[in-house]
């Protein structure tokens, strides 16, 4: 066996085997079947890996890192190379101790496990660390949009109030604008609450600064929208009755207006407010009550929104207010009224109310009215408004009518609707002072007409009716008897008898005086039964009539010159147009008796 081991050629051939199992030992792999050999080693490469800064300091910013990624590349087994995962591969810098500025720094890494690094680039980076400041910014809410109607935003409110404190770096902090939110108001009527909204920091040019730290990140707004207010009088409303034997002596509110808010068009349309509104039905003694106030019709709110109301009450009593007067309205020009009931244009007014509310009360304050406004002339019943105080009822029935009768303002100024055009009246004579032709007035063996007027006919109805413009001016005065020459009349007014009963001594059948007798023409115009006195004439009248007296020239009645009778002493009363005692004067075809 020595001789075997030292024999040269069996140390050659130990020698290979040795070899061949050194050989099959390292390229053997031990995850694998003895059997099954390993492959040989693989490399990856990785082109971006982030650069993870480390261990900067809080009062620093790390304003620049260049290159933030690297590219790695490793080698290894096949199998560790892909089982590794992309987070196991890890490129840092390390920023502890660093000061303020800019600084190039050597890169660190970590690998996956049985893996090495063939390469790093870049291997080096630069950084640059800025310091951080903190200041404080006033809080700055910004509105969006309108509100309805004419409303205004008010100033929001802004909880917690005060300023907030802001953290940049220190050259971003000097850009900063304004630090605030943006709350929408368009179409709101009321308060906009957003509750908690989130601070943003804008720089100046109003972009978002988006790594600014805000403390506190959060503030609860409210944003008043303000409407037009106006104050309005309080005018309080009953509504039910109160209990029976009982009245109002004063309801008086503890203040004496409110103030409404809406859009203006809407409080322009008010005065008062009137929606406060007692209920009568619950009061059964004077107290103090308590009224919920709401808005009006188009109004948003009012303020208060409570009322305390003051009511007095008391056992009530009648009293009669007389001869309270009735106004009348809306008449048309032109036209005028009269009341034919009642009579004297009032009515007696019976009221109820407590005793001190009618103590003061008098006629004065009861309003009686009718309205006559597009009624024609005639006769109309119409009914009364009644106006009361307040705290006063009416007793008995709540309707009161009146009978007016409405004329023209021409007949209301005095002239008789029987007029003639020429503003005579015609007044037949009555039936008792009427007579027949030919009585105890006239001569026997007459027709009862004047002896002497027969051929003076024409004159005789001239006088009457006007004198004739062919002829002279020679107008008769009047015919005392009733009766024209052309036997146009029928009758007489007065018996043909002088003062005393007795005959005419100058045997012509006529009254001494002139008495009030009907025309065949119906121009009498003497102050006879229906007539109109020179009195009651309207002025145009009584200027044409003094207009024809001065050319008139005197005639008795029989239409003969007074001068020429003037010898007849017996005939002077009728010349001087002087009448019987009791019968007045007659003015006939607008000539005067002188």
Excluded: C
Aim: proline residues 8%; charged residues 25%.
């Amino acid at each position: 066996m020595d001789k075997w081991l030292s024999h040269p050629t069996a140390l050659k051939v130990i020698s290979v085997l040795l070899a061949l199992l050194m050989w099959a030992v390292v390229h053997m792999d031990s995850d694998s079947s003895p059997n099954t050999v390993a492959s040989l080693t693989d490399t990856k490469e990785l082109e971006a890996v982030p650069v993870i800064p480390i261990n900067l300091d809080e009062s620093y910013d790390l304003r620049l890192l260049e290159p933030s990624v690297v590219r790695m590349k490793v080698q290894g087994n096949r199998s560790d190379i892909i089982s590794a995962a992309a987070d196991d591969y890890k490129v840092t810098v390390d920023l502890s101790g660093v000061p303020q500025g800019e600084h190039v720094l050597q890169l660190n890494y970590e690998l996956p496990r049985r893996l090495q690094l063939l390469e790093l680039s870049p291997n080096r980076v630069t950084v640059q660390l800025v310091p951080i400041r903190t200041a404080s910014f006033p809080v700055d809410i910004v509105t969006m949009g309108n509100p309805a109607y004419d409303y205004t935003v008010g100033d929001p409110i802004v909880e917690p109030s005060g300023e907030v404190e802001v953290t940049l770096p220190e050259d971003l902090l000097e850009e900063v604008g304004r630090v605030g939110a943006t709350i929408d108001v368009d179409g709101r009527e009321a308060m906009v609450s957003e509750g908690r909204v989130r601070l943003i920091v804008y720089d100046k040019s109003g972009e978002e600064i988006p790594d600014a730290v805000v403390e506190p990140e959060t503030v609860a707004v409210d944003v008043p929208i303000i409407r037009p207010a106006k104050k309005l009088p309080l005018a309080i409303g009953t509504s039910g009755a109160l209990d029976a034997g009982l009245s109002l002596v004063n309801i008086e509110p503890l203040v004496s207006e409110v103030t409404v808010y809406g859009p203006q068009a809407e409080l322009d349309k008010y005065e008062s407010y009137d929606n406060a509104v007692v209920n009568l039905s619950s009061v059964s003694e004077s107290e103090t009550v308590t009224l919920e106030l709401e808005p009006m019709e188009g109004l948003a709110a009012v303020s208060p929104r409570e009322l305390r109301v003051r009511i007095e009450v008391a056992p009530y009593e009648n009293r009669m207010l007389p001869q309270v007067p009735i106004a009348t309205n809306g008449l048309s020009g032109g036209l005028e009224a009269s009341f034919v009931t009642p009579a004297d244009g009032t009515f007696d007014i019976e009221v109820r109310g407590a005793p001190s509310v009618l103590a003061a009360l008098s006629a004065e304050q009861i309003g009686l009215a009718i309205d006559l406004n597009g009624l024609s002339p005639g006769e109309h019943e119409v009914p009364v408004e009644v106006t009361l105080p307040r705290y006063v009822t009416l007793v008995g029935s709540d309707e009161y009518t009146a009978t007016v009768v409405i004329r023209d303002g021409a007949e209301a100024s005095g002239t008789d609707p029987e007029q003639g055009a020429g503003g005579e009246t015609s007044s037949p004579p009555a039936d008792d002072e009427q007579e027949p032709a030919g009585d105890a007035g006239a001569d026997p063996g007459t027709d009862g007409t004047d002896p002497d007027a027969g051929a003076d006919g024409d004159a005789a109805e001239d006088g009457a009716g006007g004198a004739d413009p062919d002829d002279e001016e020679q107008p008769i005065a009047g015919n005392t008897d009733g009766s024209t020459g052309s036997g146009e009349n029928d009758g007489a007014d007065e018996e043909a008898d002088g003062p005393d009963g007795e005959e005419d001594p100058g045997g012509t059948g006529e009254p001494e005086g002139s008495g009030a007798g009907e025309t065949g023409s119906g121009d009498v115009t003497g102050e006879s039964a229906g007539g109109t006195t020179q009195a009651e004439r309207d002025p145009a009248q009584q200027h044409e009539q003094a207009a024809d007296e001065d050319e008139a020239i005197d005639l008795d009645p029989a239409g003969h010159d007074t001068e020429a009778d003037a010898a007849n002493p017996g005939d002077a009363d009728t010349q001087n147009g002087a009448a019987p005692s009791g019968s007045p004067a007659v003015k006939n075809g607008g000539s005067r008796m002188v």
